[in-house]
């Protein structure tokens, strides 16, 4: 079982892993701009594959910055003393869930609601 503190530094590790690859993301993006600055593109499966490409970066992007957004949101709580507890009902939560994923904001129960509620509205 994982303790506090490697729990922080799994999530401070995590972090930064996140950080970088939305960089090499970027630099990514930007060689291909340059690469494509001046040539002219006739044709259409160029196109379409350059747009599948763009599509695919947004995509991971998105990902990255929502992970992000959730490893941040759980050192914030560890800075403000509710880390590991639930966001909607209080309780704690199931350490096994915090080892296997130390940004998780909800209980396993609530957890398992929100996607219930999320299956039937669809």
């Known amino acids: 079982m994982a303790t506090i503190e490697q729990l922080r530094a799994k999530l ?7 950080l970088e690859r939305l960089e090499l993301l970027r630099a990514d993006t930007q ?3 340059e690469s494509r600055e001046g040539s002219p593109f006739g044709k259409r499966e160029e196109e379409a594959t350059e747009a599948f490409e763009l ?15 959730d490893l941040t949101h759980a050192l914030t709580k560890f800075d403000a003393g509710t880390y590991g507890k639930c966001e909607l009902c209080g309780n704690d939560i199931e350490p096994d869930r915090l080892e296997a994923r130390p940004q998780a904001s909800l209980c396993m129960r609530c957890k398992a609601q929100q996607l219930k509620s999320v299956a039937g509205a669809s």
């Open 12 to 18: 401070e590790h995590d972090r930064a892993q996140v």
């Open 31 to 33: 060689s291909a701009e």
């Open 55 to 69: 599509e695919k970066r947004l995509a991971m992007e998105r990902r990255l910055r929502e992970s992000l957004a």
